[in-house]
């Protein structure tokens, strides 16, 4: 387990050094990094005073160098708006989105995996068949228009839910959470629900095909021959064989779903990083931009890590094989 | 007297596909007593494999039972209710399958797999059910079973893995095991170590045993009665020894011929022209027809499954030996 | 095979068998689900529509000449100030008939995912022969390109590339391609390995076919049915994402609005009740992306032999 995990860690610190690079190129090489790294509003010799400082006069590979330097330091540089370290701007936005993100994740399960179960336990039912087609319209549904939808009809029409924000929070560990207050969750119903139509659709599908692949194995029907009852061999023999998939997709779309909460963020003003980094691209605050990149890259690669884990406790056969 | 552990009467299992109605398994019957083996032996495809899963009513659909009797010690399991089969499975009737990487379970412990077993038919406490478990996995050879019984099956090797499905189908002591084809992905050495290990079993605890093969050397040291299938249909039925050694059908005839021990050396081995037929549109007459090599017209029509010697029956017109019977 | 049959003078199967064409067996395995069926004509109508909308359109929504500011935000069936048309689906705020807007904003953007699945098709192509044909290094540093792209989410690179290049109808396919070319160079490149290592093409550089040809007559054939499936999704997903760039203000300009950007213009009225702007745009978007779907859906069924029977 130790080699496993070591092995693991080395790879992801090296695809975090190539992201390094190629949003160091993206930046300082593409664009132009005076423009990107110095406030438009600075005169001649501020300029000259902060590209010096900057070290922008400096060869490029020393340059990357130093930019790697800060970054390790977590100096991804200064909003030109806000004033404030890109990094902690982001970071104070974070739970925002991880709040939601995890959210989204659980309705998906919550909601995917019986319906997938049940369509894939009875193929040929007809409400198996109204399940499978509500999975295809989830996939090709706009999120943003769902969303859109759903304030027209939960917020505007009928009232029920709050259109736009975060609502009530309570500061736990020092960050904001609204999912502890009524006002919070009540708030978080519809940006949840709306950002997990995707996810939610592909736990069904994922489900289905896994169930319906997992009845004809020989072994479900050993354990039939053996005279379990099928609630047993539905939720213990089919489904824990299933849930590897699952977990594995799921697992790995969450960084997926942190991403597509910019698109959730903007449409229910919820204040997290996806609305940060809409609002900075919109007002051209490219620090922001950068340390965004650099978290969701570093984020990404912690999934990764923690979904390798994860199945490796769910299979015995990938525990074994990383144990010898 | 009470009645043998089983008896199948004219059982017919048939698939409903898209492409047709295949008739897999199509007027079988069979007798099968106590303590006694019975050799189910037949090519791929000859339904030997549905009549096995037919007794313990585990057709998946589009298959299922349209005709015939399955008689377990007398009671018909073909009109018993779900929830009474499942009670029956693995509990008065085993099965043993013919894959034994596929049997078990992955993703589950072989504890789990065992006790559970145990606790679907004996309301027992789960550390009775393991000490039950642990003894199984003792009487089937496998070495330090308290320890095994935390291992997963990939940690088995398949001769390892078979003798757990056959300790999970002991586990309740059934009346009558159906194993299809178990040795067939063993090799040779293990095949021999688990057929000695079953003749006892039967021996000492009167379980009848259904061994579903298509290698009859297996069956000639094995079992006590064979009965032939080809394309859905017993074509001959009789004990063991005598079927062997005077085949009536040329089906088995050609089975036999082509079994390498019983040729001699030098001489090409004997073979059974042409395929094993669709199931799907079989024509009417002997399904054996087209490949036999004694066919003639009359063949056309059904033959009768009569009996030619006493206790020995046969599905054709003109079997092997005719002039004696005659 | 066997002198019996070669004896035998040849009668009807040969000719048969060329009767059903691969093609015409395609057509008929294709019209084998209704819904599918259903998928394409609608798509067909989208289409033309699409096309037409100068000459169908009931109104040129960019001319200002023939906007009313006075007939902003009608509701659905509400007659025009001037009593020479209805407004059949409503106005946004500047008076303009949603159904034209609708129709001309569904001209950006399925021109726009058209255009950037045929580009991407084609660099995603080219790189994925590539790889399959040159192996070794270049094959290693092309599917690393293509894991690491397909591991980002799409809508987040698209996002960077966008802000960095700006708007603009160009600029959104460009995003579009680079987020979508690695689709097509797996497909490719996972067809052609297979492929190559077929006896036929052996056969072909025994011969010492020059490369070019056993690219473009051997390999490349054999990529186009997974190629097809993957490029009718990959529009669905192009038009989708182009819709929730443009609604997040990163995609089209103004003066170019496609259909994430009439729904982005009618996100503010949304919440005072006036669901139209937003509403019947959005209808478009989704109806065109489901059929695209089914179509699709069909298409993998029927191209795809691991699911043949």
């Known amino acids: 387990m130790t080699v496993f995990l070591l092995r693991r860690l080395l790879q992801a610190a090296a695809v975090v050094l190539v992201m390094s690079l190629l949003v160091f190129l993206g930046v300082y090489a593409i664009g132009d990094p005076v423009e990107i790294l110095i406030s438009p509003e600075a005169d001649q010799i501020e300029r000259e005073r902060a590209i010096r400082a900057l070290g922008l006069d400096l060869p490029l590979w020393q340059q990357y160098l130093v930019f790697l330097g800060r970054a390790l330091q977590g100096d991804l540089g200064r909003s030109f708006v806000f004033n404030e370290p890109a990094l902690q701007l982001i970071l104070q936005r974070m739970p925002a989105t991880l709040e939601l993100a995890v959210g989204a994740t659980l309705v998906a399960l919550v909601i995917g995996l019986p319906l997938g179960l049940y369509a894939g336990l009875r193929p040929h039912a007809p409400v198996a068949k109204g399940i499978l087609a509500g999975s295809i319209l989830g996939f090709s549904l706009p999120t943003f228009w769902v969303g859109l939808m759903l304030i027209m009809v939960f917020a505007v029409q009928l009232g029920w839910l709050p259109s736009t924000g975060r609502g009530e929070t309570v500061t736990v560990l020092g960050m904001r959470w609204s999912f502890l207050t009524r006002d919070g969750l009540a708030h978080m119903v519809m940006p949840a629900l709306n950002l997990s139509l995707f996810k939610t659709s592909l736990v069904i599908r994922l489900t289905r095909a896994g169930v319906r692949e997992t009845m004809l194995m020989d072994y479900v029907k050993f354990a039939r021959a053996k005279g379990l009852s099928p609630a047993r061999i539905t939720f213990v023999h089919v489904f824990k064989n299933i849930l590897i998939p699952v977990v594995t997709v799921v697992g790995l779309e969450f960084g997926g779903t942190i991403a597509f909460s910019v698109v959730t963020e903007s449409v229910f003003a919820w204040p997290g990083m996806g609305k940060l980094i809409i609002d900075s691209i919109n007002v051209l605050d490219r620090p922001v931009m950068v340390a965004y990149l650099m978290i969701i890259v570093l984020m990404f690669i912690t999934i990764n890590l923690v979904v390798d884990i994860t199945y490796s406790l769910l299979d015995p056969r990938v525990r074994l094989e990383g144990k010898s | 007297m009470s009645p043998p552990t089983l008896q199948v009467r004219n059982l017919r299992t048939h698939f409903f596909t898209r492409a047709g109605v295949v008739r897999a398994v199509d007027d079988v019957s069979f007798t099968v007593g106590r303590g006694r083996v019975l050799g189910l032996v037949g090519e791929s495809g000859s339904g030997k494999s549905v009549t096995g899963f037919s007794i313990l009513g585990l057709v998946d659909p589009p298959g299922r039972i349209v005709g015939g009797q399955v008689l377990f010690q007398g009671q018909d399991l073909a009109t018993l209710s779900e929830e009474a089969m499942r009670r029956l499975r693995g509990n008065r009737i085993a099965m043993i399958f013919q894959d034994p990487m596929m049997t078990l379970n992955p993703v589950l412990r072989i504890d789990t797999q065992m006790i559970e077993t145990v606790l679907a038919h004996a309301k027992v406490s789960r550390e009775e059910a393991r000490q039950r478990a642990r003894d199984a996995l003792g009487q089937v050879g496998i070495p330090s079973p308290e320890e095994r019984l935390r291992a997963y099956p990939h940690q088995f090797s398949g001769g390892m893995r078979q003798r757990v499905a056959i300790a999970i189908a002991l586990l309740h002591k059934p009346d009558l095991i159906v194993a299809d084809e178990p040795t067939t992905a063993l090799d040779v050495t293990i095949q021999g170590q688990i057929l000695a290990e079953a003749q006892k079993l039967c021996a000492e605890s009167g379980t009848a045993l259904i061994w579903i093969t298509h290698d009859l050397s297996v069956v000639a040291g094995l079992a006590d009665d064979i009965a032939v299938m080809y394309a859905g249909k017993v074509v001959e039925q009789g004990p063991v020894a005598e079927v062997l050694d005077a085949p009536l059908h040329p089906y088995t005839v050609g089975l036999i011929g082509s079994v390498p021990s019983r040729n001699r050396r030098g001489e090409p081995l004997r073979q059974i022209p042409g395929m094993t037929p669709s199931l799907l549109n079989l024509p009417a007459g002997c399904a054996f027809r087209a490949r036999c090599p004694r066919a003639e017209a009359r063949c056309a029509e059904p033959p009768p499954f009569a009996e030619y010697r006493p206790g020995r029956f046969a599905r054709c017109i003109h079997p092997h030996g005719e002039a004696i019977a005659a | ?309």
């Open chain 3, 1 to 309: 095979m066997s002198s019996a049959t070669a004896g035998t003078p040849a009668t009807s199967p040969p000719q048969a068998a060329a009767v059903e064409t691969p093609f015409r067996r395609f057509v008929a395995e294709f019209a084998e689900s209704r819904l599918a069926l259903f998928g394409l004509g609608l798509f067909l109508l989208i289409a033309a529509a699409a096309l037409l909308a100068p000459w169908i359109a009931p109104q040129d929504p960019y001319d200002l000449a023939q906007l009313d500011i006075m007939d902003g935000r009608l509701e659905p069936g509400s007659p025009s100030g001037d009593g020479r048309m209805t407004y059949w689906l409503g106005t946004d705020d500047q008076g303009r008939d949603m159904l034209s807007g609708i129709l001309y904003g569904l001209r950006i953007s399925l021109g726009v995912g058209a255009g950037s699945a045929i580009l991407a098709c084609l660099v995603g192509a080219s790189l994925g022969m590539l790889a399959a044909y040159a192996g070794g290094r270049t094959d290693g540093l092309i599917m690393r390109l293509v894991d690491l792209q397909l591991s980002f989410p799409a809508i987040l690179a698209a996002l960077m590339i966008l802000a960095f290049l700006g708007k603009g109808v160009l600029n959104v396919v460009i995003a579009l391609v680079v987020v979508e070319w690695a689709y097509y160079a797996r497909t490719v490149r996972g067809t052609a390995l297979v492929e190559r290592r077929r006896e036929y093409i052996e056969a072909a550089q025994c011969l010492a076919l020059p490369t070019r040809r056993i690219i473009f007559r051997h390999l490349l054939p054999n990529c186009l049915p997974p190629l097809i499936v993957v490029g009718t999704m990959q529009v669905a997903r192009a038009i989708a994402l182009e819709a929730t760039l443009s609604f997040l203000g990163l995609g089209v300009p103004i003066t170019e609005p496609s259909l994430g950007l009439l729904i982005a213009n009618g996100y503010e009225y949304m919440l005072s009740g006036k669901y139209w702007i937003s509403f019947y745009p959005g209808i478009a978007l989704l109806v065109t992306i489901v059929a695209i779907n089914l179509v699709g859906d069909q298409l993998r069924d029927v191209l795809n032999p691991r699911l043949k029977k």
